[in-house]
Structure formats: C-alpha cells, structure tokens
C-alpha cells in the first residue's frame, strides 16, 4: 500500500468534495458555467494542475518501492521533474485538460489503494467510480478536445447544466454516508 488512508476516511472526503463542488457550481451556476468554459485552455490553470501533478508524481517516485531499480530513484525523479517541465514548454495545448487527467488518474490510485484487500461489497461503489476516474484521465490526456465538447454540450442549456450537477450531489452524498454508516 502506497497510502496510508482507510477507505472510511477517503470515502467522507471524496464524498465532501463532490458534494461541495457540485453544489458550488448549482447555486452559484452563471459564474461556474463561466469559469469552466474557459477551463481547457486555461495557461494558468495548466500550470498549476501540472505542477501539482509533476510534484505527485516525483513524489510517488521518491517514496515507493522500485525493487532492483531503488539505486536509479534519483534519475527517475529527474526524469519525472523533466517532463512536467518539457510538457510546459512544448505541449500547451489543453495543458489544463491534460494536466487533469493525470490528476484523476493519480487520484485514482488513492482510491484503489483504500479500498485494497477489503471484502465487502460496498466496496465496489468507491472501485468502481475509481475506474470511471482512469477512464476519464485517460481520455482527457489523450484527447483533451473531448471535454472541451463535453463542457460545451453540457452547459449549452442551464437547465441541461444543473441537471448534470445533481448526480453528483447525490453521489457525494452516497460516498458520505458509505463513509460514515457503512464501511
């Protein structure tokens, strides 16, 4: 195990955080809607979501086990330092997009890694969501322009917009009460 999170704890605090977002984005719609069309070119945003991502990841790959290749860490967090910087400069394009999906796939893990060696079913509501997650990364760093069609489609109508949203209430509320109640 990589993390040392119960699946408890990261079922309260990925339900809290889908319940906090999407109920931002409900009530406070014009200006979330705003905010996300302008999410996947966002230079800003990139930068600081690639920067979270590259630390994660240099991170991961100064704390895990590498085996018979421990005696290379320094080079492979190098090399991860590397390309967080050589993505900035030479693949801006979606960098915001990209540099999310590589968070939902690194977030993913965390997920995994709680829910590891437990027996329960109810389990499977936290695994399977951390495989829609993988799937959502994967697409994101693979064609970005897909979500940027995604947003557009989604907030086209503010009825459709906040329709959307309510799913995610009511899963995050789910994961609390998984969290608190059941496991």
Not at 52 to 59: E, I, L, M, N, R
Not at 118 to 125: E, F, K, Q, T
Request: net charge positive; aromatic share 16%.
């Amino acid at each position: 195990m990589i993390y040392s999170f119960s699946l408890p704890q990261v079922s309260v605090w990925l339900g809290f955080a889908l319940f906090l977002g999407h109920a931002w984005c409900f009530f406070d719609y014009a200006r979330c809607a705003a905010w996300w069309k302008t999410f996947p070119r966002s230079d800003r945003m990139g930068g600081i979501l690639l920067a979270v991502a590259t630390g994660w990841t240099a991170w991961l790959a100064g704390t895990i086990n590498l085996m018979e290749y421990t005696k290379y860490r320094p080079l492979f967090i190098l090399g991860v330092i590397g390309l967080g910087v050589s993505s900035w400069l030479y693949v801006r394009e979606f960098i915001a997009v990209r540099s999310l999906g590589i968070l939902l796939l690194l977030g993913a893990d965390v997920l995994l890694d709680a829910a590891f060696l437990r027996y329960d079913a109810a389990r499977l509501v936290v695994v399977s969501y951390a495989y829609v997650l993988i799937l959502e990364g994967m697409f994101m760093v693979g064609a970005p322009y897909l979500l940027r069609d995604v947003i557009a489609w989604a907030l086209a109508n503010p009825a459709r917009g906040k329709g959307l949203l309510v799913p995610g209430i009511v899963f995050g509320l789910l994961l609390m009460a998984l969290g608190i109640f059941v496991y």
